[in-house]
């Protein structure tokens, strides 16, 4: 085992008392530091986010147009109840309910067709008097396979720009739009209480480029009354576009008006086709330029790294030199797999490849637009927020837990099929906020103190400075230390001090208390060469057991307790906490970089096998049955001085 030093406890892990006031400096760049002798309490007048705060920043309810067709009929009110930990009756019957609660949930319905499935549960005469609306409404009505093909149906025509009937859409500023849109922020304004439960008010904004996934959540700082002044942005035109720029001009647009705060979160990028993450121009042929790189460096500081359609960290294909990096890869096509992939899109497509981008895009342009934190979500379109293995309800109501779905069709256009073994349950949001309302969490997705989870509830904390030492770690309140000296996740390292030669980050784990314990934390750097040229390197700074690294310098697996016949495992291998302080062996002062800590868990059941155990599921035989869940936290970056 290196440098591995226990903390011990979950409070020396993550700060002060929950009920210390958020304080941050007035440029915003850290929070209020600790000074020996200010008060006896070190838990006194600390000013900082003292434990992660659990949520899911995308979730679909009955109102997206997909979700209802899919056969979803619970509402953004029974969706709040569900993340507050209380129990719901699923679309299918089964009763469900979380683990532990929530602290926060973005509903983001999609903007296009809002309302459309509150008139086709009407059988409204708009929709029955046409004929496609009739047959679509009347697949709709019927449930099961048929529902599930009528919303694919709606799906590929909406991927590739078409509209099956003008029945089928409903536009921003229509009379069935802004009701519902009022009722989301009504459901929202319900279910908010300070301090306890935060209902972000949100939408999201579905640009597909001939099926490229360009999706965007739009996040409200703000309340009802400001949210409510202006109709969400869709995709249809003229008052709507599928480009990001002018998404973007929406969002400023809206912030003039209201005087409010928005941000918007880039959807997982796996489905794009290289188009989420462009280096030289946007997919429609236009030059990135320096409006482009200071616009959406302005307006998206996260991006969604796993979610249930695959994690979007790595891919084997950019990282061949990191065994993790094959995480639940989807990599077939686009979103209604009209276009298959090629090597040559994944660059353009998942989050340390973009993070490298940046680098590159900053020396040419002078901003990084891809200066992001990282968050997890689950993308569910059930209005049910389950993201953990053992509680898994899978994408849309006809993915829900039966003992067909790890062969279900769960979408298929052609002779290329996603089935239900391939769903992901990911992910989840962290955020290091100091209290829980709407505006500390806000601002904390801002500054991006946020990290994912694949839907474990590790936690963890990162600092980069140039002096950390053993002795802050194991001060027994680290955090305190980790503020006052340096940077948190989100952050940018300070200028060398004298006599620095190298950055140091302190890195501290805690085990989910009902997951499995941690295998190791790595710390992933990526940099820019003088020429131009981008690298990467994995190191594992920290890890469980008496392993030591081969004659490559890698580390051999942990192994397994995980009973797959039982669908359980054991904690006898592994730690349940474990931290260091490491100082970059190769750091070149010249050279602009980006790190990240990435900590994985031992193995433990996947979610088919909970699906073979309870249900007797027939697993095809290519399904993963056991896992390895990890966290990703924002980066902290370098910039030469």
């Known amino acids: 085992m290196r440098h591995t030093y226990l903390i011990s406890a979950a409070l020396c892990i993550f700060g002060a008392s929950a009920a210390t006031a958020f304080e941050p400096t007035p440029d915003g760049s850290s929070l209020s530091k600790a000074f020996p002798g200010k008060s006896y309490s070190p838990y006194a007048h600390r000013g900082i986010p003292d434990r992660p705060l659990w949520g899911d920043t995308h979730l679909h309810t009955s109102t997206s147009f997909d979700a209802g067709a899919f056969g979803n009929r619970l509402d953004a009110r029974a969706a709040y109840r569900f993340a507050k930990g209380q129990e719901v009756q699923a679309t299918t019957g089964f009763m469900a309910r979380l683990s532990r609660p929530l602290d926060w949930l973005v509903v983001a319905d999609h903007s296009d067709n809002m309302g459309l499935f509150d008139m086709i549960y009407a059988q409204d005469p708009a929709i029955m008097s046409d004929a496609e609306g009739n047959r679509i409404a009347t697949m709709v009505a019927n449930g099961g396979d048929e529902g599930v093909a009528a919303a694919l149906e709606l799906i590929d025509a909406y991927s590739r720009g078409q509209v099956l009937s003008p029945a089928l859409a409903v536009e921003a500023g229509t009379k069935p739009f802004r009701s519902v849109w009022q009722r989301q922020i009504a459901a929202a304004e319900e279910a908010y209480e300070p301090g306890l439960f935060t209902s972000f008010i949100g939408y999201e904004w579905t640009s597909l480029i001939q099926g490229g996934n360009m999706h965007r959540v739009v996040i409200y700082r703000d309340n009802g009354q400001k949210a409510g002044m202006l109709d969400p942005f869709t995709t249809e035109s003229p008052a709507g576009s599928i480009n990001p720029r002018d998404l973007w001009k929406w969002m400023a647009n809206y912030e003039q008006v ?25 997919y429609d042929g236009t030059e990135l330029d320096e409006e482009y790189v200071q616009t959406r460096a302005r307006w998206e500081p996260m991006y969604e790294v796993t979610q249930i359609k695959g994690d979007g960290e790595t891919h084997p294909f950019l990282s061949p030199n990191d065994e993790f990096a094959d995480y639940e890869t989807w990599d077939k096509g686009n979103l209604n797999l009209s276009e298959l992939k090629e090597d040559s899109m994944l660059a353009g497509e998942y989050a ?60 298929q256009f052609g002779d290329v099929a996603i089935l239900g073994w391939e769903m992901v349950a990911s992910g989840l949001a962290a955020v290091w906020a100091a209290e829980n309302t709407r505006e500390a969490i806000f601002d904390a997705m801002e500054r991006k103190e946020v990290y994912a989870t694949t839907g474990s509830r590790i936690g963890v904390r990162f600092f980069g400075g140039w002096d950390y030492t053993m002795d802050d770690l194991t001060s027994r309140t680290p955090a305190a230390l980790g503020y006052a000296k340096g940077a948190p996740m989100g952050g940018d390292l300070s200028a060398a001090p004298e006599g620095a030669t190298a950055p140091n980050f302190m890195v501290y784990a805690l085990k989910d208390p009902i997951g499995g314990n941690l295998d190791r934390i790595q710390i992933v750097k990526g940099w820019m060469d003088s020429a131009g040229e981008t690298h990467e390197q994995v190191y594992d700074v920290v890890w469980a057991g008496d392993r030591e690294p081969d004659a490559n310098g890698k580390l051999p697996a942990i192994g397994s307790t995980v009973d797959v016949a039982r669908a359980t495992w054991t904690n006898t291998i592994g730690l349940g906490e474990m931290g260091t302080v490491w100082t970059d062996p190769d ?19 996947r979610w088919t096998a909970y699906d073979a155990f309870r249900m007797g599921a027939e697993v095809p035989a290519e399904s993963p049955m056991e896992t390895q869940e990890r966290a990703y936290t924002s980066p902290i970056w370098y910039t030469p001085g």
């Not at 070149?588 to 059941?605: K, W």
Request: glycine share 10%; net charge neutral.
């Open 587 to 605: 750091f070149d002062p010249s050279q602009p970089a980006f790190y990240y800590a990435r900590v994985i868990e031992i193995p433990t059941p």
């Open 352 to 411: 340390r490849e973009a993070l490298k981008t940046g680098l590159k895009l900053e020396a040419r342009l002078g901003t990084n637009p891809y200066k992001f934190g990282m968050v997890g979500s689950t993308d569910s379109h059930t209005s049910l927020a389950t993201a953990q293995e053992d509680n898994f309800f899978g994408k849309h109501s006809g993915a829900e837990p039966n003992p067909q779905r790890p062969s279900h069709i769960v979408g």
């Open 258 to 282: 209201t005087r409010g705060d928005v941000l918007a979160l880039a959807h997982n990028g796996n489905l794009s086709n290289g188009i989420m993450f462009p280096e030289t121009a946007q």
